[in-house]
């Protein structure tokens, strides 16, 4: 059973930082941040550029990387596309699965998603599953239905174990960089329905998924966010690509 100290804090870079640029970041965030035990912090670059970020973090094992999406398959005439194994074998050990900007902008699937997080898991990875509503579902009302739909449809190819060994992201769509973050008291009304859901999925052992919260976070909102009941952790786009305001969060 693999165990995520808590908070989580995870560094969305998107497609931003170039391996010159994530050298320049690393050392302005290392020297601010010095290694703790009772906090995960994890990296996730451009897939181009985690060799280089793994090897500027050598040095200190405390900070975990990502890959921001895998390929649904493992190996074959999938041009442009990486897989779960190579993602494992260029040392990351989380993957970003569902983001909103994947679900949205490139149209990717909940069948998609589920067979992501399938792949990931077979690899020894862990799956940062992102689920989150938009504007107009949250104005109907139909927040809780679309998070859960997006949950169960996420993890339906995937062991009672490895549901138990993920981490899940609420991610609102309209929180996402758009500097409006949900409230510390919106994300925990929604963080309460995921972890009513796990616990109907994994019983007792849901309370090892680590529940993240991911939308405008920065290092002014940081701390309150996490104060918020069932909020474990973060996930942060545009405020991780500063180093200065990365540490700060990170020391939240
Ligand atoms: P943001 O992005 O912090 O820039 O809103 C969060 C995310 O997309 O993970």
């Known amino acids: 059973m693999r165990s995520h100290s808590r908070p989580v804090l995870a ?6 930082l170039g391996p010159a640029e994530a050298s320049a970041f690393l050392d302005g965030f290392l020297s601010r941040y010095a290694p703790r035990d009772d906090r995960t912090v994890v990296l996730f670059p451009s897939a181009l550029v985690l060799a280089a970020v793994r090897e500027r973090t050598q040095p200190r094992p405390d900070l975990r990387l990502g890959v921001q999406n895998v390929s649904t398959e493992d190996k074959g005439a999938f041009t442009g596309e990486n897989s ?4 494992a074998g260029a040392g990351a050990s989380f993957v970003l699965v569902g983001h909103s900007e994947r679900r949205h902008v490139f149209g990717e699937t909940d069948a998609q998603v589920a067979q992501k997080c399938a792949r990931v898991t077979e690899h020894g990875l862990v799956p940062v599953l992102c689920v989150g509503e938009t504007i107009e579902q949250r ?17 339906s190819m995937l062991s009672h174990e490895a549901i138990r060994d993920m981490v899940v992201a609420y991610e609102p769509v309209w929180a996402i ?56 952790g973060l996930l942060v786009g545009g405020a991780s690509l500063d180093p200065v305001q990365w ?5 939240s």
């Open 11 to 16: 560094a969305n870079w998107k497609m931003n």
């Open 84 to 87: 779960a194994a190579q993602a």
């Open 139 to 155: 104005e109907r009302g139909e927040t809780g239905e679309v998070v859960l739909h997006q949950l169960r449809a996420g993890v």
């Open 177 to 232: 960089g758009t500097g409006r973050n949900a409230t510390p008291q919106d994300a925990s009304d929604v963080h309460l329905v995921l972890r009513a859901a796990l616990a109907g999925l994994v019983g007792e052992d849901a309370r090892a998924i680590p529940l993240l919260y991911g939308g405008s976070v920065n290092a002014k909102n940081a701390a309150s966010l996490l104060a918020a009941q069932e909020v474990e």
């Open 247 to 251: 540490a700060e969060i990170c020391g």
